[in-house]
């Protein structure tokens, strides 16, 4: 299983620790560094720096929202990143939520399958270097509105890979199903390697659908990750981002977050910490979390432990596994976690 790290986003790490994450991963030998985007930092700017400041991690977007973009706009990011990074740019995708989408970016949360299928597809076009045509529920290219003056236009840059690799970020059964049908890679976030939701099983229709062998896509979950020789100490500092996450990364009726630990069996616990958020009591969401949690959302272990933890997630099926690094030591856990890719 090949080790990647994310440097996720302000405020999680400041700009110069993203840097740093990213040029100890690469002198480490991790296989890719992944950053994103919430309401604050972009993720574009960010990786163009990382490209530029590396030399062989691969560079992702990990997730690139969907509504923040025409998918003509992600695909010309893209080319550029890979123009600067010398070809190892990777493209992941994700719809965010309805509180994101319709609060941030005022695009409606509506028919979001049919939406990433028509962004792939057009993506892929523009990659190609072919004039985009595209006629869809969701995307009108070039658009009949405004003067009629819109033609087909083709990518001016070239960029050095011939084929981008597309990652979506899924955690939903339909959702992860369309990516085994059209996806390069999937993203998962808060995997459980027990995978008591089901979503290998609906990763496995959509390959069969497409046709598609299961060699032909990349299953990268994203794990929270804390080493310490305390292992109480280690779970403390996953349990900020698994509150915020469970708490703010939607709205009370619509996280799909806590969807996602309700189909592992965890409702309860999900929606103490959910209501404790939104009740303005962050700490006391954090402090909430059981172990149970925890170490279902994420890796909080001991040096000892860690062979073994992050082997569950080989053996559940992925082929990588997308480190986010928290503790005291980070570079540490790098160094510890590349000697086991």
Known sequence: MKIHISALYWPWYSFEEQIALATAADEAGIE?????????QDVVSVLAVLADRTERVGIGSGLMQIPARQPTAAAMAAATIDTISGGRMRLGLGVSGPQVSEGWYGVPFE???GRIREY???VRMAWAREPVVHEGRNFQIPTGEGMGLGKPLKLMAKPPQERLPIYIGAIGPKSVELTGEIADGWIPAFFDPEDGA????????????????RSEIDVAPTVPVAV?????????ALRPLIAFYLGGMGAKDKNFYVDLLAANGLADEAHEVQDRFLGGDRIGAAMTLSSEVIDMCGIACTPADLEQRVGRFAD???????AIVFGSDRAGTIRRLAALG
Request: with cysteine.
């Open 198 to 213: 089901g979503l290998i099983a609906a990763l496995e229709d959509g390959l069969a659908k497409a046709g598609r062998d």
């Open 120 to 122: 792939v597809e057009i």
């Open 111 to 113: 028919r979001q399958l």
């Open 316 to 322: 559940s099926g992925a082929d990588s596994m997308i």
């Open 228 to 236: 310490d020789d305390d292992l109480d100490e280690a779970r403390n």
């Open 32 to 40: 890719c560094v992944w950053v994103s985007e919430a309401w604050g």
